[in-house]
């Protein structure tokens, strides 16, 4: 049977009890701004009772409880729903990329307006056609020869762009990657921390909540698959490579594998790029043989054939093509006629003649392009709707994926936040408790004092 010290150990119980419930509850309070924090909660249970049946001891009609105390403090989280956030962090991180990168590429190509290349091309045929009106006008001629200047000058330019925002792209990636290698040698790190936590018996809330941020924030950089331990502990796997297991991490060292995220996305977003300025390298390549294939069969000023009218390296005509030295230096050079004169000598264009221009000019109404199906400005059009096709759905994805994710984000935080109010009233109702059990306290050393001081004066 209880003695009578036993309510004191009791009261002592719940006091402790509450007084930890009280400074949880103020733990929460605290951290109701801390971006990614986890409400606690406190665990009451009761104490063993005062006597268990044994075969030394008799069975009593009831047991004496001896108390409460605090059997857990239990963070608060739902991991279901984080799983599907990172999910959705991820899609999202990728399309928020793609989305911005894409809308870059669609503003280098400056479409539509007078700035960009569909309206070089045309201006450059018109040259071509105003030419072939009147050969022998050196000012036509010397028109012509800036407007083709121009007209490779953009392509130049626009094959330079897409080129500097594939290689921005890689220096981008190269970072992210670097900030992803960081936080899976700090969530190793956590892992490494909450086994030790956990295997003495306690809890590590505060240390799983800062491992959460690091994998929210992974999840944003990266597709991942996360598996939970027994011991506390997880496994991160990116593109079938453990980069996280037990207390160590696997340096990533390029993207390839990662289809997701913010890395992922950039990845979709270059490769697109590379695409496009795949296709302006065919389409000025197209260009710069069928001109100087034409332009040398025609004749100069001076009866001479022609020669290459652009210049370019092999292979990357785009960013090298250019008007020929020879014909900026003296246009006269420029093979606009188709014949000469028979009589001579020398031989001579026929006068007027500027039959070689004309269809210099209507090359651009040939379908040369795509296998025959297409001409120049077809062929460009169906790039650049490409390109635009692919930004829109990207945005399209990128406010689709915001709502979903802005749903998780408050499921979650109706689960793990933190609300003031709630804990204000969990503050009142500790308070309560442990101003009862300082009462029980009270009313047993009363009973003691009795006992002690007062049996047997009277």
């Known amino acids: 049977m209880p003695s ?18 009280i400074d949880v509850t103020g733990h929460n309070i605290a951290n109701i701004n801390t971006p990614g924090y986890s409400r606690q909660e406190i665990v009451f249970a009761t104490t063993d009772p005062y006597t268990n049946p044994s075969v030394r001891m008799d069975l009593t009609k009831g047991q004496f409880g001896t108390g409460v105390m605090v059997q857990a403090i239990r963070r608060v989280r739902a991991g279901y729903l984080d799983g599907r956030a990172r999910d959705s962090m991820s899609r999202y991180g990728a399309q928020t990329q793609k989305s911005d990168w894409l809308s870059q590429a669609e503003n280098a190509f400056r479409e539509p307006g007078d700035s960009g290349l569909n309206a070089a091309l045309s201006r450059f045929a018109s040259a071509w056609q105003n030419v072939s009106k009147d050969a022998q006008n050196g000012g036509t001629r ?3 020869i800036e407007q083709a200047q121009s007209f490779a000058n953009d392509i130049n330019s626009l094959a330079n762009r897409l080129d500097r925002m594939a290689q921005d792209a890689d220096s981008l990636i190269a970072g992210k990657l670097q900030e992803a290698n960081d936080l899976t040698g700090r969530i190793a790190s956590l892992n490494g921390e909450i086994k030790k936590v956990m295997a003495i018996g306690q809890e590590p809330n505060d240390l799983r909540d800062n491992r959460d941020r690091l994998l929210d924030r992974l999840a944003e950089l990266t597709d991942f698959v996360q598996t939970d331990r027994a011991d506390g502990m997880v496994t991160v796997s990116i593109g079938g490579t453990n980069v996280v297991l037990d207390d160590r991490n696997t340096v990533l060292i390029a993207s390839s594998g990662i289809a997701s995220g913010e890395i992922g996305g950039i990845g979709e977003a270059k490769a697109s790029i590379q695409a496009r300025r795949a296709e302006i390298g065919t389409l000025a390549a197209r260009i710069v043989q069928d001109v100087n294939t034409q332009h040398r069969a025609g004749f100069d000023l ?10 370019a390296v092999p292979g990357n005509e785009a960013a090298t093509m250019a008007v020929s030295a020879d014909l900026t230096a003296d246009p006269r050079k420029l093979a606009a006629a188709e014949t000469i004169a028979s009589a001579g000598p020398p031989p001579l264009p026929v006068p007027g003649d500027g039959d070689n221009a004309l269809k210099i000019a209507r090359l651009q109404e040939q379908k040369g392009m795509n296998g025959g199906t297409q001409t120049y400005g077809e062929y460009y059009t169906q790039t650049v709707s490409r390109l635009g096709a692919e930004s829109r759905t990207a945005l ?9 994710l802005d ?7 109706s689960v793990s936040g933190v609300s003031l109010d709630e804990e204000t009233l969990n503050l009142i109702r500790f ?28």
Not at 302 to 311: M, Q, R
Not at 396 to 404: Q, S, T
Not at 439 to 452: A, G, H, K, N, Y
């Open 4 to 21: 009578a010290f036993s309510g004191i150990e009791m009261g002592r119980r719940a006091l402790s009890a509450h007084q930890q419930a």
């Open 142 to 144: 010397a028109v012509l």
């Open 302 to 311: 001076d009866g001479n054939a022609g020669g290459d009218f652009f210049t």
């Open 396 to 404: 399209d994805g990128l406010d689709g994926e915001k709502a979903y």
């Open 407 to 413: 749903a998780l984000s408050q499921q979650r935080e």
């Open 431 to 458: 308070q309560r408790g442990y101003e009862a059990a300082a009462r029980l306290v009270s009313t047993m050393d009363e009973m003691l004092d009795t006992i002690i001081n007062g049996l047997g004066t009277r």
